[in-house]
């Protein structure tokens, strides 16, 4: 990886320069002790710089139509104005190796198009937990200008959680289904999402898409109402014919609106600042902790102990936070 000065990012990327926007994404993303220092420079930098943007969360399981979505949808609104930029979160390549954004081709289109930028997740370890770069992803497209940014992740483990901490609007995709098919979703996410979009409403599924439509509203009619005020809508469209992208987005437009004018836009962006504030914190200081050779050495005699029952949890552990207690004395 080529390296460059810190004055070089800054000045690239108020320039809305997207080379070096990936080259800045690919240094956040480094595990490098000098990379990570320059990172933590340049982010201090810039974050003052940012563009006022919307962040949209989107996740469904592989197959539901996420690529051929955000395509259209991510041109439509290159259409209206915005600079549209596409990142991933892909807990899945740490099992498989694999990428769902890893290739471009799926979102042709979009990928060439001057007003978009689109990161293929990194495959490998960065991925998923507090380790995960994508925050600082989403800043530094908005400092290069993008106000559109999607997250795009596969509905599996944690990754929605993730992602629904680090959006303003989180979209549950779904395709056309039976009662049964819609009992199978799960219920956190459901109460999760702002918005549901069922994509594939089109062909022999339109008739299917509506009813399914009906069904989700009764279902989300059970659930309790949002501190936000906001009830969690449903919206139908199809990617492939291109119809829905302006019911989709006038309601996260409408969304958008009504939390800045309720004042809880900022407020959550604050919120979600501080979670991520805490749980960087919190995993320096284990990390920190277990790398001390003194800890090191007593956990795994205490570990031991616990395992061939000869010492009872709650003893091990009182044993083992007195000498943590000692050592921060
Ligand atoms: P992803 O895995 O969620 O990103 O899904 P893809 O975008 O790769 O789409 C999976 C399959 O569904 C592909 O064969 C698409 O052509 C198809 N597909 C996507 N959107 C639509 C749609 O709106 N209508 C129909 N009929 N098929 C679609």
Redesign the pocket.
């Known amino acids: 990886m080529k390296r460059f000065d810190l004055k070089y990012y800054v000045d690239g990327l108020k320039a809305q320069n997207n080379v070096i926007l990936a080259q800045a994404i690919t240094l956040v993303e480094s595990k490098r002790v000098e990379d990570q220092k320059m990172a933590d420079q340049l982010l201090n930098e810039v974050i003052q710089d940012s563009t006022p943007s919307i962040r949209v969360g989107i996740t ?13 949808f991510g041109t439509y609104l290159i259409d209206q104005g915005k600079k549209v930029a596409v990142l991933a979160i892909d807990p899945s390549s740490q099992r498989t190796g694999g990428s ?1 954004l890893g290739d471009k081709t ?1 979102m042709e289109t979009l990928s060439r198009h001057p007003m978009a930028y689109i990161r293929p997740s990194a495959s490998g370890n960065t991925l998923g937990g507090v380790n995960n770069r994508t925050r600082e992803a989403v800043l530094l497209c908005e400092v290069a200008g993008f106000d559109a940014i999607i997250v ?1 992740t ?1 509905g599996v483990g944690q990754s929605e959680t993730l992602v629904n901490n680090m959006v303003d609007f989180f979209l549950l ?1 779904i ?1 056309p289904g039976s009662g049964d098919d819609l009992q199978g979703i799960k219920k956190g996410i459901m109460e999760m999402a702002h918005g549901i979009v069922i ?5 022999d ?1 339109a008739k299917l898409a509506r009813q399914s439509k009906k069904d989700l509203l009764s279902a989300l009619h059970l659930f309790a109402a949002s501190e936000t005020g906001w009830s969690t809508q449903v919206e139908l ?5 291109k ?1 829905g992208f302006e019911s989709v987005w006038q309601m996260i437009a409408s969304f958008q609106k009504e939390m800045i004018s309720n004042g809880l836009f900022y407020q959550n962006r604050s919120d979600q600042n501080l979670t991520w504030f805490e749980d960087r914190v919190n995993f320096g200081i284990l990390q920190q902790l277990a790398d001390q050779p003194h800890l090191k050495a007593l956990r795994q005699e205490l570990e031991l102990k616990v395992k061939q029952n000869e010492l009872s949890v709650s003893k091990a552990t009182i044993e083992m936070l007195d000498r943590v207690k000692q050592l921060l004395a």
């Not at 994509?199 to 062909?203: E, I």
């Not at 469209?237 to 014919?241: G, K, M, N, P, R």
């Open positions: 469904g399981t592989p197959g539901v139509g996420k690529s051929s979505f955000i395509e259209g769902i799926r795009e596969v995709m395709q994509n594939k409403a089109d062909g599924q469209c199809s990617a492939l014919e119809t």
